[in-house]
């Protein structure tokens, strides 16, 4: 009898740790994210990286602004946000060299979703250096400026660099956000755009309490 009592008590004490342990472990790896076979080098090793794959010319990128610009304004000082243009031929190029020519002047939340528009909205033929140098003039971005950033020497190893963490990231497809250069995340096994930013969300508690 007293073995049994034991027993209970035991039971009593691990249920609810089974229970709490079921809640955290909500997100289950192969199934609403992937880890990454080799974990990726991130931009700042002092934080935990959250790093968006997109491209301009991906309709869902676009769509996906709208929910992803709010939750990324309010990340905690310990999680660095950082987007990657995804480079999966040599006809995208342009379309990084603008994201980073941005970056670069530090001019991002000018151009950024002007450019989405331009080929999302406006449905205006948005290809070459000039093109975007347009959209650049409509916003106050000096020319010269814009064309020495695009064409500069960094820009070169800024656009290679992006093609080796695409490939580091094994992406399928956009948009796609990897944590911490350890977890990927897709529409597609998250349940889409919100479903993305729970798992997210989830992922980066996950690295949070790793570091302590």
């Not at 700042?44 to 304004?73: Q, R």
């Not at 020319?143 to 800024?158: E, H, I, L, Q, R």
């Not at 897709?186 to 919100?194: D, H, I, L, P, V």
Request: neutral net charge.
């Amino acid at each position: 009898m007293t073995n049994w009592i034991k027993r209970l008590t035991f039971i009593a004490l691990i249920l609810p740790m089974a229970m709490c342990q079921a809640q955290t472990e909500k997100y289950q790896q192969g199934v609403h994210y992937e880890a990454l076979p080799q974990t990726i080098r991130t931009a700042n090793p002092d934080k935990i990286e959250v790093n968006e794959v997109f491209s301009y010319t991906c309709g869902h990128c676009y769509n996906f602004e709208a929910v992803l610009h709010p939750w990324s304004e309010k990340l905690a000082g310990d999680v660095d946000f950082q987007q990657t243009p995804a480079v999966w031929q040599p006809a995208l190029e342009p379309y990084a060299r603008a994201y980073y020519s941005a970056a670069m002047l530090k001019v991002l939340d000018k151009v950024h979703m002007p450019i989405f528009e331009a080929i999302h909205v406006k449905r205006e033929q948005v290809r070459t250096e000039a093109d975007f140098a347009a959209i650049f003039a409509a916003q106050g971005i000096d020319g010269d400026k814009f064309t020495k950033a695009y064409n500069s020497f960094g820009m070169s190893s800024m656009v290679n660099q992006a093609k080796a963490r695409i490939r580091g990231y094994r992406v399928q497809g956009t948009p796609e956000i990897v944590i911490n250069g350890k977890y990927r995340i897709s529409t597609r096994q998250a349940g889409g755009f919100e479903g993305m930013l729970n798992v997210a969300d989830f992922l980066i508690e996950k690295e949070r309490a790793a570091a302590q």
